[in-house]
């Protein structure tokens, strides 16, 4: 007997199969802040807004269209979430859990996430990529919390390896051959919305973390949960608070992120010409 997340899920894959037919997608893409232009260059692409999907997340935050676009992106199919929610819309997860358990359903087996993050490297600044090589969830929340649904995957997953090796070395090896510089780091995750203190970046570089922001880390549990490799990559924005004197908001993240979208819009479509 199905389990009543098993029926939601199925009901959002039975709407998105039937508008995008034609496309059996392989690799999920979810893009953040700022970055949803990348979306446009999806060729053949069926663009089917969220609140069409039961289930799905509703977006609140500018800079997040809400549509999943179907189709071709570097030789590959692709299912690309055009926009995501984050902790502090106060949502909870499970509409999250349900849109990422349906790329899964839809026959995604690659989850690749992007972000707008904070910089706590003043080497690497606004404008860089950087490529999430682990992470530290400091949202005080986990999106698996509650009971398991063993149909998705089992109640003590491991993170070991959440950020697959075997994809960072080809994002890597897509960014070198390009000529892109591409730094590799820990993202930590908060809930916001606030921007965070100097002391708290002071914190977070002792901890040990590269980058901050308030999102990616969710999307990569339950997609580690239900069995897909996961990779990331970070347009850095901004400098963390006190490590420069520039004034941090949403404006200017969005605004960075727009500027560098077209370097990891070249990466991801290395990347994935490369996955073959």
Known sequence: MLTDAERAVDAAVAVIRARALQHRPRVGLVLGSGLGRIAERIGNAVTIPYDTIPGFPRPTVAGHAGHLVVGELGGQTVACMQGR??????????????????????GCRTLVLTCAAGSLDVDVGPGRLMLIRDHINLLGVNPLTGPNDDAFGPRFPGLTDAWAPSLRAVMQ????????????????ALSGPCFETPAEVRMLRILGADA??????????IARHCGMAVAGCAVITNLGVGLSDEQVSHTHTLAQASVAASDLERLLIGFLKRLG
């Open 173 to 188: 090896d897509a960014a070198a051959e390009m000529g892109l510089p591409l730094a590799e780091g820990v993202y930590a």
């Open 212 to 221: 901050v922001g308030m999102s990616t880390v969710p999307e990569c549990i």
């Open 85 to 106: 929610v984050h902790a502090y819309e106060g949502k909870g997860f499970g509409a999250l859990r349900l849109a990422i358990r349906s790329l899964h359903r839809l």
